[in-house]
């Protein structure tokens, strides 16, 4: 049986449809909570798959949060062993840094909502073509410069570096496409503050858009993600 292993930062960011979608292809599935777990016992767990998942903290916060160094550390000897990882949201932030890359606050402000991505034509050719035209949810006030060695695949007008491809086994999504109107009824209270302070965002927007959009990006974003996991994990 294939494993999979998702590190986990808050409990209600998990892996929603994914889920489902390595379920179907008979993964055993565990989750590691980041704060409170030993990190270091995922090198013998050896996982066919690792995710990392979202969460409100960033990629820079190992003074507030020391996790985040041997959570780097694995994440980087995962690369450099060409295992296959994916990183969502956070966890594609970690990856970019896990590769040398500068995290931090954008400067264009938070994206919170729901939008098309602009895909690059190796965009087009990868996997997330399947997402094009589609909006898809953002939920993230960082973002970090494009690790040497990485394809750009897709962008959006306040964030240029939405996800990465490095090498044959490594994607990095700043967006989210794991997730379903469901799940986010958990962000919307485990964020409630976040929204609060977020100016032309409130939680009955989102709920609106996501009950418009999910629906579109649970059908494709499964599809995508499948497609994908299939690639680096047969």
Known sequence: MKTCVAIRHVAFEDL???????????????????PTDDLSSLDALAPDLLVVLGGPLGAYDEEMFPFLLPELKLVERRLQADRPILGLCLGAQIMARALGARVYRNPAGKELGWSALSLTSTGEASVLGGLADTPVLHWHGDTFDLPHGAELLASTPQTP????????????????????ARGLERWYVGHLDEIAATAGVSVAELRADSHHHAPLVQKRGGAVLGQWVDLVCA
């Open 16 to 34: 929603d449809l994914l889920e489902g979608v390595l379920a179907a292809r008979g993964f055993a599935i565990r989750y590691v909570e980041a």
């Open 161 to 180: 570096h939405q996800a990465f491809a490095w090498g044959q086994r490594a994607l990095a999504l700043q967006f989210h496409a794991e997730v379903t």
